[in-house]
Structures are given as structure tokens and as C-alpha cells.
């Protein structure tokens, strides 16, 4: 949208009222006279700002305890073990099913300022009742989300229904990957 020839009022101030200016969000503004020109260009909409994060402690130390925290994470499989030398000032977290590591990543997600609470991602809860779930609903899941990361978590999680569907599927892509061949077990 564009108007020309507008005139200053006896404040100097040019006024310019349109309904629609409302759907856009930057204005550039054109001033020519007899003897020179000036441009600018306007934001009509506030700068967004950052989401802020709270990054204040919530819950005070321990003033008995060390004043460092940190955190680590180790993996063990079945048979191994580890030592904790000082096990009176550690707090332990075992993490041994999926309903633990979906809350550790909602929590993840609230740290970096993505909504846990989204669709998108309570979509992808259906994993935490894979084992629950009947075959129709199985095959609706799989069906519906298909990829290699599902597939590797059926192979693991329920190897029934991997060998009874998800091996025939990549077994009959005309085109096997990598991955495609891993899962099917080819050499």
C-alpha cells in the first residue's frame, strides 16, 4: 500500500490511518522536497523478545554438604557395576525404564523453553504403552510413524511384532540402507 502526497499538519506531524496497516509489520517511509530526500524504515510491531529462563536456585544447598554440584550420567548394561567413593554426599537417579527418560526430557525441554506440554511431542508418548498395546494399534503407530528409530525400538522392545511386521516391511523395500539392512539382520 503506498500514499502520496501527504501533508504535515501545524505540529509537523504527518498522519497516515488505513485499516489495513495492521497486517503488516514494517512501514518505509519516503519524505522528498524541493531540495533533498530521506528515507527510513519503521518496525510497526514490538522487537519479540527472548524467553527469559529462570535461572535462580530452587531449592537452597544442603549448607553441610560441599558447595560444588555437578552432574554426570554412566551407562550400564546388564552385569557391570560402578563405585561411588562418597555415596553420603551423592544423589542417585536410576534411570531403568521409559517412563523415567520421557520425564527427564520433558524436564529437558522446559530447561531449553520447549513445551513438553506440545502435541507434537505427546504424540510420540504411545512408546511408553508399546507393550500394552493390541496389534491393530500397533500397526496404526507404526503405520503412522514409521522410521528407523521406531523400528530399532521394536526390535528391542518387542521382538514378536518386529519379526512379524517390521521384518516383512524393510525385508520388501526395494531399496535397503544401511540401517535397513542392520535391523533385517543381513551381512
Same mark, same amino acid.
Given at each position: 500500500?503506498?500514499a502520496?502526497?501527504?501533508?504535515p499538519?501545524q505540529?509537523?506531524?504527518?498522519?497516515?490511518?488505513n485499516?489495513k496497516?495492521?497486517?503488516?509489520s514494517?512501514?518505509?517511509?519516503?519524505?522528498?522536497?524541493?531540495?533533498?530526500?530521506?528515507?527510513?524504515?519503521k518496525?510497526?510491531?514490538?522487537a519479540?523478545?527472548?524467553?527469559?529462563?529462570?535461572?535462580?536456585?530452587?531449592k537452597?544447598?544442603?549448607?553441610?554438604?560441599?558447595?560444588? $554440584?555437578? *552432574?554426570?550420567?554412566?551407562? =550400564?548394561?546388564? /552385569?557391570? +557395576?560402578?563405585?561411588?567413593?562418597?555415596?553420603?554426599?551423592?544423589?542417585?537417579?536410576?534411570?531403568?525404564?521409559?517412563?523415567?527418560v520421557?520425564?527427564?526430557?520433558? $524436564?529437558? *525441554?522446559?530447561?531449553?523453553? =520447549?513445551?513438553? /506440554?506440545s +502435541?507434537?511431542?505427546?504424540?510420540?508418548?504411545?512408546?511408553?504403552q508399546?507393550?500394552?498395546?493390541?496389534?491393530?494399534?500397533?500397526?496404526?503407530?507404526?503405520g503412522?510413524?514409521f522410521?528407523?528409530?521406531?523400528?530399532?525400538?521394536?526390535?528391542?522392545?518387542?521382538?514378536?511384532?518386529?519379526?512379524?511386521?517390521?521384518?516383512?516391511?524393510?525385508?520388501?523395500?526395494?531399496?535397503?540402507?544401511?540401517?535397513?539392512?542392520?535391523?533385517?539382520?543381513?551381512?
Open positions: 500500500m503506498i502520496f502526497n501527504l501533508k499538519d505540529d509537523g506531524n504527518v498522519i497516515f490511518k485499516s496497516l495492521a497486517a503488516y514494517t512501514v518505509s517511509i519516503l519524505v522528498v522536497d524541493e531540495n533533498s530526500v530521506v528515507q527510513t524504515t518496525n510497526l510491531q514490538p519479540l523478545q527472548p524467553a527469559k529462563r529462570d535461572l535462580s536456585l530452587k537452597s544447598l544442603n549448607e553441610n554438604k560441599g558447595l560444588t $554440584e555437578s *552432574r554426570s550420567h554412566k551407562c =550400564l548394561f546388564n /552385569g557391570q +557395576s560402578d563405585f561411588i567413593e562418597d555415596i553420603t554426599s551423592s544423589e542417585i537417579m536410576l534411570v531403568d525404564d521409559l517412563v523415567k520421557h520425564q527427564i526430557q520433558a $524436564e529437558i *525441554r522446559k530447561i531449553v523453553g =520447549l513445551d513438553s /506440554g +502435541s507434537e511431542w505427546q504424540k510420540l508418548s504411545f512408546v511408553l508399546w507393550n500394552s498395546l493390541n496389534k491393530q494399534t500397533k500397526d496404526f503407530y507404526f503412522e510413524y522410521s528407523y528409530e521406531l523400528s530399532f525400538f521394536i526390535k528391542r522392545r518387542d521382538p514378536a511384532y518386529f519379526e512379524s511386521v517390521v521384518r516383512r516391511f524393510i525385508s520388501n523395500r526395494m531399496e535397503k540402507s544401511f540401517v535397513d539392512h542392520y535391523l533385517v539382520d543381513n551381512d
